[in-house]
């Protein structure tokens, strides 16, 4: 392509909901941290190196008997509170600004375990309940 030598008529999205294709043989809970796995399918967060942050699902989908890109599932980029990992991996206000790591796809931990964890989002904040995590 070359620069423009004209106006363009350049499509929007508002970024306020993704749709991608589930993984193979995935269920996929409403309110789970997801990720895109490095096939570019939805799957529940994991303890893993190659996932991306999604964002949190907006309902339950189950591709559990279905080949990839079967079904897809829809995801909301955000802030959303997590649970908070344990012990020397809890996220504490302190951490506020930083990375977390996804542990599973309702926990988010400070540390990458040893290098066997995924950046989940940045926390935002924390409470008694839990990390809210920015997801972008």
């Known amino acids: ?13 508002e970024g306020e909901k993704r749709v991608i294709p ?7 809970y409403a309110g789970a941290l997801c990720a895109i796995d490095a096939a570019g399918n939805l799957v529940p967060f994991s303890t893993a190196t ?3 942050p999604a964002g949190r699902a907006e309902r339950r989908v189950d591709n559990s008997a279905g080949a990839a890109g ?12 997590f649970a908070n990992s344990t012990a020397g ?5 302190a951490d506020i600004g ?13 540390t990458s375990g040893t290098n066997t964890r995924s ?11 839990g990390v809210w995590v920015k997801i972008s």
């Open 119 to 129: 950046v989940a989002g940045k926390v935002f904040d924390v409470d008694d309940v």
């Open 22 to 28: 589930l993984a193979a043989s995935t269920l996929i």
């Open 50 to 52: 190659t996932l991306k």
């Open 89 to 93: 991996d809890a996220i504490t206000r």
């Open 98 to 110: 930083s990375d977390c790591y996804g542990v599973d796809d309702q926990t988010v931990a400070k």
């Open 70 to 81: 079967a079904v897809s599932g829809e995801v909301s980029p955000g802030i959303f509170r």
């Open 1 to 13: 392509m070359t620069a423009l030598s004209a106006d363009r008529n350049t499509p929007r999205r």
